[in-house]
């Protein structure tokens, strides 16, 4: 099992920045592919950013140039750097993983409990 902790949400000015960690926790073999989603009220969840083991990342195109995802292996965490925001970006931040269990098994996705990002105009 894993667990995911999520922090750094919070309230800011537009064009202001924030910083949110995930850091997993529990009994981790492998950790693969490490994402952020967010739901904004009355929307569906969306995908962010992604970033694999390698360090490849994928952003969505309304993100890109202001938000960087990062990851510490060792830490087993995921950050997304929030610079630039707009009061669209307002919404609740999830940041899943996929975890294998063992070499040769499929993976797991894990969410964390969500972080509320608030962007004031």
């Known amino acids: 099992q894993v667990t995911l902790v999520e922090s750094g949400g919070g309230l800011v000015q537009s064009g202001g920045s924030l910083r949110l960690s995930c850091a997993a926790s529990?009994?981790?073999?492998?950790?693969?592919?490490m994402s952020w989603y967010r739901q904004a009220p009355g929307k569906q969840r969306e995908l962010v950013a992604t970033i694999t083991r390698g360090d490849s990342t994928n952003y969505v195109d309304s993100v890109k140039g202001r938000f960087t995802i990062s990851r510490d292996n060792a830490k087993n965490t995921v950050y997304l750097q929030m610079n630039s925001l707009k009061p669209e970006d307002t919404a609740v931040y999830y940041c899943?993983?996929?975890?294998?269990?063992?070499?040769?098994?499929?993976?797991?996705?894990?969410w964390g409990q969500g972080t509320q990002v608030t962007v004031s105009s």
């Open positions: 529990g009994s981790i073999f492998r950790i693969n592919t």
């Open positions: 899943n993983v996929l975890h294998q269990p063992a070499w040769g098994t499929l993976v797991n996705a894990y």
